[in-house]
């Protein structure tokens, strides 16, 4: 399990919208990259 993964990408993307850094859609983006990588690995 690498639930302290998850929390920390969530806590990246909540942190980057909430500062407006990075739009949704990149966010999206990233998160599905890294599940695809989690999922692979």
């Known amino acids: 399990m690498h639930i ?5 990408v ?3 993307i909540a942190a980057n ?3 407006r850094v990075i739009d949704i859609g ?3 983006m990233a ?3 890294h ?3 989690e999922f692979r690995g």
Not at 4 to 8: F, I
């Open 31 to 33: 998160f599905l990259a």
């Open 4 to 8: 302290t993964d998850h929390a920390a």
């Open 17 to 19: 919208i909430e500062h």
């Open 26 to 28: 990149q966010n999206h």
């Open 35 to 37: 599940n695809t990588r």
């Open 10 to 12: 969530a806590q990246f």
